[in-house]
């Protein structure tokens, strides 16, 4: 059974039968014949030491824990798939514990902040739509600059007949994604603009058109236009990108008592655990709540 052969095989089925987008693909790929190569190519033989040992000199080679969990979930799939092709009658990877990863509480905008921002592109149609979407949506900016057309809400005469969009997550994943009003109505705003061309761009399918090669708003233009409105309002830049509007989106939905489970979904988080690291936030404020009213705290 040939470490080359059992692989391509993993992949053609992750593709076919999983839909993995060719990055997630490209992912496992290296990391299997990373492993494969540490073990002289006996990969599919390895027991639970052999597969430890390779993980152990990933940390000695000072690779991230995050980096380190990702490699050893590209291992268990792999053996799993083995396992349900009936190539291995065990899988030596259910006993091998993934390293802690240490999630860093991102510095969350206040309210106050995106209130600032939304005023001073309060001219800016586009931008205004940029904005509204990634904190009114809580979107990636990978699945806001390939939005396209048909993934809005429908909209006849004007008027918006829904208020889902149909979002393209990782892994090719698909979730509805609500719109509330203020989102709405940049949206419509922005797509008058468009649809006259303003911009001198072509209509084309996706909802900001680009001149460069890839048909769309790259993340490298967002992230300019973002830099510059955060020195128009006074915020620090670093503090202003696509991320931390999202991190803004959860963090505030979570304090307006959204409950964890609803906020994963409309984050397209795979696993709970992903979304739990804006409930720090929330602990934080607790915190200074008791230390500030609680009668024993004075």
């Not at 083995?82 to 006993?95: A, C, G, I, N, Q």
Request: proline share 4%.
């Amino acid at each position: 059974m040939s470490d080359m052969a059992r692989i391509e095989a993993f992949l053609e089925m992750m593709s076919a039968e999983r839909g993995a987008s060719p990055h997630t693909l490209d992912a496992y790929g290296r990391d299997l014949l990373d492993a494969s190569g540490y073990l002289g190519g006996h990969l599919c033989a390895a027991n639970a030491a052999d597969l430890s040992g390779w993980l152990q000199s990933l940390a000695k080679d000072g690779l991230a824990a995050s980096t380190q969990a990702r490699k050893l979930s590209s291992l268990k799939r792999f053996f799993r798939f083995l396992f349900e092709e009936r190539d291995r009658t065990d899988d030596p990877t259910s006993k091998l514990d993934a390293p802690k990863v240490q999630r860093d509480v991102p510095d969350v905008l206040s309210r106050q902040d995106i209130d600032n921002l939304l005023s001073a592109c309060a001219d800016d149609a586009r931008l205004t739509c940029l904005l509204e979407l990634l904190y009114g949506a809580g979107l990636r900016v990978s699945e806001l600059v390939s939005l396209r057309l048909g993934d809005l809400p429908r909209r006849r005469l004007g008027l918006w007949e829904t208020r889902d969009m149909i979002i393209r997550g990782k892994g090719g994943k698909e979730r509805l994604c609500p719109l509330g009003a203020p989102a709405l109505l940049a949206l419509r705003n922005w797509l008058d603009l468009r649809d006259g061309d303003k911009y001198g761009m072509g209509s084309g399918a996706f909802v900001f058109p680009s001149r460069g090669k890839s048909g769309h708003l790259t993340r490298r233009r967002l992230a300019q236009m973002l830099e510059r409105l955060a020195n128009d309002t006074g915020i620090e830049p670093s503090r202003v990108h696509p991320h931390a509007l999202r991190h803004a989106y959860a963090t505030h939905l979570l304090q307006g008592g959204a409950d964890l489970r609803s906020v994963q979904t409309l984050l397209g988080h795979a696993d709970i655990a992903t979304t739990q690291i804006y409930t720090h936030v929330l602990t934080d404020e607790l915190a200074e709540l008791l230390e500030t009213s609680h009668p024993m705290a004075r």
